[in-house]
T-cell receptor, first 112, second 114 residues
Framework: ELKVEQNPLFLSMQEGKNYTIYCNYS?????LYWYRQDPGKSLESLFV?????AVKQEGRLMASLDTKARLSTLHITAAVHDLSATYFC????????????FGQGTTLQVKP | DAMVIQNPRYQVTQFGKPVTLSCSQT?????MYWYQQKSSQAPKLLFH???????NEADTPDNFQSRRPNTSFCFLDIRSPGLGDAAMYLC?????????????FGQGTRLTVV
């Protein structure tokens, strides 16, 4: 059964600092997704990672995937207050049924 | 333009009164998901359709049912809502196959049970 775990679950950081969120998954996965969620809102797609070694960057966020280690990371560079949100990773099961399973989420609070 | 549309955005229902939430998509995606998300928790997969094949999660209560009459529409029926069913319900779609990537989410329906 596919399980997804994130850490840390809560992250409080100063503006301008760097940090990394980790996402581990338990079984082979076809692809890995990262989403952002603001309070009371739905999920906003950030990245989709398809293959081992994939790296994608958008602004201050960079995501990577290591399929051998079953690990994805979301790296935040020089954080700004606008990045405060909850970040979820989700792994797609490799079976034909295509389950999409979420991690617990990481709540990021960026302080001025 | 919104590609995955959920209606209504907010639903208030009485304890025990059946309620139906809807999801429609303009993407012609063959996979559709329903998630329940409670406050400060991760989205929890209730069930999903892969084409016409229905996949129910083992821990989804029998109180929750789903229908997918065609590719574009999917419904979540809660037969007898309890207070514990108050949550945000999220619908998502995806096109299966190699290279097909994005999983798109609707805006969600926030369900209140009174």
């Amino acid at each position: 059964e596919l399980k997804v775990e994130q850490n840390p679950l809560f992250l409080s950081m100063q503006e301008g600092k760097n940090y990394t969120i980790y996402c581990n998954y338990s079984t082979t996965s076809d692809r890995l997704y990262w989403y952002r969620q603001d309070p009371g809102k739905s999920l906003e797609s950030l990245f989709v990672l398809l293959s081992n070694g994939a790296v994608k960057q958008e602004g201050r966020l960079m995501a990577s995937l290591d399929t051998k280690a079953r690990l994805s990371t979301l790296h935040i560079t020089a954080a700004v207050h606008d990045l405060s949100a909850t970040y979820f990773c989700a792994a797609l099961g490799s079976s034909n049924t295509g389950k999409l399973i979420f991690g617990q989420g990481t709540t990021l609070q960026v302080k001025p | 333009d919104a590609m995955v549309i959920q209606n209504p955005r907010y639903q208030v229902t009485q304890f025990g009164k059946p309620v139906t939430l809807s999801c429609s998509q303009t993407l012609n995606h063959n996979v559709m998901y329903w998630y329940q998300q409670k406050s400060s928790q991760a989205p929890k997969l209730l069930f999903h359709y892969y084409d016409k094949d229905f996949n129910n999660e083992a821990d989804t209560p029998d109180n929750f049912q789903s229908r997918r009459p065609n590719t574009s529409f999917c419904f979540l029926d809660i037969r007898s809502p309890g207070l514990g069913d108050a949550a945000m319900y999220l619908c998502a779609t995806r096109l299966s196959g190699q290279g097909n990537t994005e999983a798109f989410f609707g805006q969600g329906t926030r369900l209140t049970v009174v």
